[in-house]
């Protein structure tokens, strides 16, 4: 059986592929954080000063997009 891991590693990333991991200390971590998915990261961590800005930044660029 082969492990997971190697399979999503030799997938084709078609820009839409996101990885979330749980480290074993319980941190969620986000590979390639889409704009669509900052809410649930914000959600997570509220606090997160990156996050937060990123989120802004995201915004923005939709809000001058056509």
């Not at 979330?20 to 959600?43: E, N, S």
Request: hydrophobic share 35%; charged share 35%; net charge positive.
């Amino acid at each position: 059986m082969r492990n997971s891991i190697d399979k999503d590693r030799r997938r084709v990333d078609d820009g839409r592929t996101v990885t979330i991991r749980l480290a074993p200390d319980g941190r969620v971590l986000f590979h390639d954080l889409t704009p669509d998915l900052l809410p649930v990261a914000r959600k997570l961590n509220p606090s997160d000063d990156t996050l937060h800005r990123r989120q802004l930044a995201a915004e923005q660029l939709s809000a001058d997009s056509p």
